[in-house]
Structures are given as C-alpha cells and as structure tokens.
C-alpha cells in the first residue's frame, strides 16, 4: 500500500512506525488545516506562510469586516501555497450558543472546497479556543 504522509499529530502505529495518511483527499485535507492554523512566522524559512486562525480569538468576530479579513487571508493563502484547491464556501460560527462551540472565546470555521486535481469536493471543520491556544 502506498503512503503519501504522516497523519499528524504524530502516533504511533505498529505496522508503520507512525499512523500514515494513504488517500491523496486527506493529505490535501491535513495541509489545508495547517495552512489555517499556522501563524505567519511560525514556519521556518517561510514567514509569510499560514492563515493563522489563533490570531483572530479575541477579535470581534461577529463583525462582517473581521470576517471577511479572514475569508481574504484564506483566499490569499490557498491561491499562494494550495493553488490546486478551489474554496467554495467559507461559514463561521462563534460564541455561546452556537452549536459548533463551548464558550465566547470559540472561533468556529467551516471551509468547503473542490480539488481540482482529484475532481473531489470536501469540507474543513476548524474549531480554535483559549483552551487549545
């Protein structure tokens, strides 16, 4: 069986040494995930790499503008370092009440998209707190 990258975060597995991803869909899936979460400056030898999703926590979200700051540098990125991805809805969701979350300092984004390459459709559920900052 072919083996295109680790799962991460990084696990164990007996067969492998480490958990592997082996479909192309879920690769593109985990390093769209990391594109979101990584801060700019946090990549080595690449600082303007990452959406950064951390940095938007303790904003306003509810406002329109800060939302669509985030779905700019969402475009921006993908189209930079994941030009084979077609973003195709971006949906968020903060704050108490919402389904998607446990409290105020919850920010929730669902980003579906279309790989061009694979001819596929799917959809990244993204969810930031103070508690996994």
Do not use: H, W
């Amino acid at each position: 069986m072919a083996y295109y990258a680790p799962k991460l975060p990084l696990s164990r597995d007996v067969n492998t040494g480490y958990k592997m991803l082996d479909n192309l869909k879920d690769v593109v899936k985990q390093n769209f995930k990391m594109l979101i979460l990584t801060v700019p400056g946090e990549r080595i030898m690449n600082p303007s790499f990452g959406v950064g999703l951390y940095k938007y926590l303790f904003e306003q979200i509810p406002s329109v503008e800060l939302q669509e700051a985030i779905k700019e540098d969402i475009f921006n990125q993908c189209s930079a370092y994941l030009p084979y991805i077609s973003i195709r809805d971006i949906v968020f969701e903060t704050g108490a009440g919402s389904p998607y979350t446990t409290g105020y300092n919850t920010l929730y984004v669902k980003v579906e998209y279309y790989i061009k390459t694979l001819n596929a459709s799917d959809v990244l559920e993204v969810s930031v707190s103070e508690s996994t900052f």
